[in-house]
């Protein structure tokens, strides 16, 4: 049983729409992170969230992106206008204090 | 800033056998935390094994464990009695204590086992 659910499992979407995907954690957990893995390349770390803000990001994570968690449970990344180069798996992650991270089984995004 | 090397794009190994998966890190820090995490084709990312830094001894997960060398900043993964379910991509990764504690992933290791 995944400590984390992403959904959609994949999305398909013209370049410059705007996409969200969703992390729904099981329980409470303190910490919350965003890596991207383009096929065949390594995950790359996009951002860390803690107690309601953001708390580091990459150079990836640049203007297009933002991440909130409206309510408290789901935990969102947003890209405004997509771009090809967009095109990867996205993972997110999630851990307790002194625990280590978990990931969901990812969302395969696709731009077309 | 960190970063994890492996070095080693592919592997084989004979099921029932044992084989070893290279990965080195460069940092400045004392404390910090090693990972190998698991990528099957499914492409979910599973934790397999875990090491602390300040801990000595090598982190031991059933059939998976590590021989961590600090001062040489080598931190490899052992699978005993391989099965064919072993096989995935094998990322290694780092990440520093506290609370930014995101990971650097290595470009990962594909492992085959040959039935």
């Known amino acids: 049983e995944p400590e984390v659910t992403q959904t959609p499992s994949h999305q398909v979407t013209q370049m410059g729409q705007e996409v969200i995907l969703r992390c729904v954690p099981i329980s409470n957990h303190l910490y919350f992170y965003w890596y991207r893995q383009i096929l065949g390349q390594k995950v790359e770390f996009l951002v860390s969230?803690?107690?309601?803000?953001?708390?580091?990001k990459s150079e990836i994570f640049d203007d297009q992106f933002s991440v909130e968690r409206p309510d408290g449970s789901n935990f969102t990344l947003k890209i405004r206008s997509t771009k090809l180069e967009d095109s990867a798996m996205y993972f997110c992650?999630?851990?307790?204090?002194?625990?280590?991270?978990?990931f969901g089984d990812g969302t395969r995004l696709s731009i077309l | 800033a960190q970063t994890v090397t492996q070095s080693q794009p592919e592997m084989s190994v004979q099921e029932a056998e044992t084989v070893t998966l290279s990965c080195t890190y460069d940092t400045s820090e004392s404390d910090y935390y090693l990972f190998w995490y698991k990528q099957p084709p499914s492409r979910q990312m599973i934790l397999v094994i875990r090491q602390e830094a300040y801990k000595q001894q090598n982190a031991t997960e059933n059939r998976f464990s590590v021989n961590f060398q600090k001062a040489a900043k080598s931190f490899s993964l052992k699978i005993s009695d391989s099965q064919l379910g072993d096989a995935a991509m094998y990322f290694c990764?780092?990440?520093?204590?506290?609370?930014?504690?995101?990971?650097?992933f290595g470009k990962g290791i594909t492992l085959s086992v040959r039935p």
């Open positions: 969230f803690y107690n309601n803000e953001i708390s580091e």
């Open positions: 990764a780092y990440s520093p204590t506290g609370a930014n504690s995101k990971l650097t």
């Open positions: 992650a999630i851990r307790g204090s002194n625990q280590p991270q978990h």
